[in-house]
């Protein structure tokens, strides 16, 4: 830590003499000037022999940060408090490094009128751990950061740990400097290769904090219920479901089965089923199972892999519905009309036996009638029920229609790894009509879950998604004019309804994909809370996620909460039990949502990088799927996506109009939303998930 950032840091606490100062630091002459040039920058002010951190009046306020970007000349502070994002030029950043909790003063003059402009006057909370490439620079080993590549970090030669260039790595700042060429940092774990994927997903899970490897006392707890079966006393008080031919859905590949189906046709209409592991059953309040579910708040899943929330002997064993096995579920158990409507619906603690692991592939072949002899063998016990669950489907799916539900088109890839976990395919995830079918019978619990705890006025985890706000309208609204789409929303705003129209008229359309990705940035971020807001999306009044407790936290939540609901427990004593549970387990599972989204994200983008990079120098057809002024996006059809950067593809300055097109002013070439181009592939970086393109005719 920098002599500067000691004075800040004390002085941060209360005013201190330059007596005390120097009592404190030693070193007095170095102390001395170092306050003089504080006061000098503006940092610091005395008054009555005593200095203060410069803080009063409109232009001289200090606010805490974080700092979320670093490029080479400048950064962006966060501020703590929400009131948006602080430019910092390079000479001010105090060597503050991304993630780094700082302290930053407002300038009195800022370039661009009415921006926030600043610099970072005391690093308060440095993060000191960084994963990225090892790199050789004048001869001496350094780490080029993924979240700052502009920025490396130079190794101490006595604590390199062996790492070598071209290795993925993390690394400690052990010594903080007032700049950035001046930190030193050690190697703290070494991942292999940066030319592969796996390595580089692996330095992605260190750095955001997830771990493989679950705690010696969870996993003590989880060794309890190896080969656990259910116990007789287990049952008693349950609903006996186990006669009933329930069925579960799912990729071949799934081994967390957490959710099942059962539907029979009524004279008024139908009786609709679903069931779901009774985790909490199994992890209790104050257990270390429990402790460390809440701390990941969700399982992540990349690639061909998963980071799960509970250990394999739940995940897997006891509370997956495993087929022909007795498991323990929390059921709801739902009446509909001849329209699909809800018309009762009731929770129970239940026992069941699933009869068969259903297969998306293999049930979308029975329903399309294109299935065997072999697959009528394999689904024969519920054979009668598949075609009532897909015609309650088609009414439901009419329901969302009727009710403006949102159906964004967006392509998710589906990742193929070898025998040595190197990607060598990416192909575009189809969702057929089973996957529909079990998505919108999940959708009906979880609606069932919210409206019950609502009208019980208990504490719970909503799923909240709320309307777009006026500026992200705005941007949607110029993004359309730009498209020649004529679309005006009401004064009060548009509803679900008005964006459902808008998707359908532009499906099909060579602008479907800048149409329908502009509506889906338009949304707010979908998050849990403990008001029930409902889900703009769904346009749905009462939503809460109710269906995957093996993997999300906040469905553990609700469980609990609804098991005492059933059970007969009061307002008050649900309040009083839960109310500070509910806060907690939708802050915390909100931030890990988050969390585990970027890193699923980041590392696809890994994946999808290392199989390109067996493709250098080949051509490609896209489509173009963004544009900014340094580059044009282009989509090809396996969702890969690569960047035209417009220094290489422009003659002069590119001018960029309303966001959707990017034109030569030299060259009278453009290149707009929806476009089709065709491209070469000409550089990769696995480590930072980025695929860089040429135009194929200029490359020739």
């Not at 087929?323 to 409507?341: I, K, N, T, V, Y």
Request: glycine share 8%.
């Amino acid at each position: 830590m920098s002599l500067q950032t000691k004075i800040l840091k004390e002085i941060e606490k209360r005013p201190c003499r330059l007596k005390e100062l120097k009592k404190r630091l030693g070193n007095d002459k170095k102390v001395q000037r170092t306050v003089e040039e504080l006061v000098w920058r503006g940092m610091l002010r005395e008054k009555d022999g005593a200095y203060f951190l410069t803080r009063t009046g409109d232009a001289d306020k200090a606010f805490p940060c974080r700092l979320v970007k670093l490029g080479r000349r400048f950064g962006f502070a966060s501020r703590l408090d929400g009131e948006g994002d602080i430019f910092i030029p390079g000479r001010s950043l105090l060597g503050a490094m991304p993630g780094d909790q700082v302290l930053v003063r407002l300038f009195d003059h800022p370039r661009v009128a009415g921006s926030q402009e600043g610099e970072v006057v005391s690093i308060l909370e440095p993060h000191n751990t960084f994963v990225g490439e090892i790199v050789e620079a004048e001869g001496r080993l350094a780490l080029k950061p993924d979240v700052s590549p502009d920025n490396l970090l130079y190794i101490k030669k006595s604590a390199d740990g062996g790492a070598r260039p071209g290795e993925k790595a993390a690394v400690e700042i052990l010594e903080r400097g007032d700049h950035h060429a001046d930190h030193r940092a050690g190697v703290a774990m070494r991942f292999g290769s940066a030319e592969q994927a796996g390595h580089c997903i692996e330095a992605l899970l260190y750095a955001a904090g997830l771990n493989r490897r679950f705690p010696e006392k969870v996993k003590a707890e989880a060794r309890t219920l190896e080969n656990a079966t259910v116990q007789p006393a287990q049952i008693r008080g349950r609903l006996d479901l186990r006669d009933t031919p329930i069925f579960t859905i799912d990729s071949a590949s799934t081994k967390d089965i957490d959710d099942a189906v059962s539907i029979e046709r009524t004279a008024a209409g139908y009786r609709l089923g679903v069931h779901i592991a009774d985790v909490s059953e199994y992890v209790k309040p104050g257990t270390a199972l429990d402790g460390e579910a809440f701390q990941r708040g969700t399982s992540v899943y990349f690639g061909e892999s998963v980071l799960p929330m509970l250990p394999r002997q739940l995940s897997n064993g006891i509370c997956s519905l495993n087929p022909q096995e007795e498991r323990l579920a929390f059921s709801c158990m739902m009446e509909l009309d001849a329209r699909g409507e809800i018309v009762r619906y009731a929770f129970a603690k239940t026992v069941i036996r699933s009869r068969v692991k259903g297969v998306y592939d293999e049930i979308n072949a029975l329903l399309a009638g294109q299935g065997n002899a072999e697959l009528a063998d394999k689904y024969a016990q519920v054979a009668l029920q598949l075609p009532v669950l897909d015609e309650l489907y088609r009414l439901r799916a009419a329901r969302r229609k009727e009710r403006g539900g949102l159906e964004i088109e967006s392509d998710e890839a589906k990742i193929v790894l070898d025998a040595n976990g190197r990607c060598v395919d990416v192909v575009c995830r189809e969702r057929g009509r089973s996957e529909m079918i079990i998505e919108e019978c999940m959708l009906l619990a979880n609606q069932c879950a919210a409206k019950a705890a609502r009208k019980a006025k208990a504490p719970f985890v909503y799923r909240v998604h709320e309307k777009p706000d006026a500026e992200r309208l705005e941007r949607l609204q110029t993004l359309l004019t730009a498209c020649n789409v004529n679309v005006k929303f009401p004064p009060e705003g548009p509803a679900p309804r008005d964006f459902a129209q808008l998707l359908d008229a532009t499906r099909g359309q060579p602008l479907e994909r800048a149409i329908h990705t502009g509506v889906l940035r338009c949304m707010s971020k979908a998050c849990y809370e403990t008001a029930p807001k409902g889900h703009f999306g769904l346009a749905l009044e009462d939503y809460a996620h109710f269906t995957s407790p093996i993997r999300r936290y906040p469905d553990l939540a609700i469980h609990r909460i609804l098991s005492d609901l059933i059970a007969g427990a009061s307002e008050n004593t649900l309040k009083e039990r839960y109310q500070d549970f509910a806060q907690a387990a939708a802050d915390q599972s909100s931030a890990r949502e988050v969390l585990a989204m970027q890193t699923e994200r980041s590392a696809t983008s890994c994946y999808k990088a290392e199989y390109m990079q067996a493709r250098l120098g080949q051509e490609f057809e896209g489509v173009v799927s963004g544009v900014a002024a340094h580059g044009v996006y282009v989509e090809l059809p396996n969702t890969v996506e690569g960047m035209l950067r417009t220094v290489e593809i422009c003659q002069g300055e590119p001018v960029l109009t309303d966001g959707v097109r990017v034109s030569d002013p030299i060259s009278g070439k453009s290149w707009a939303l929806g476009d089709t181009v065709r491209v070469k592939v000409t550089r990769v970086d696995i480590a930072l998930g980025n695929v860089d393109f040429a135009l194929a005719d200029a490359a020739e």
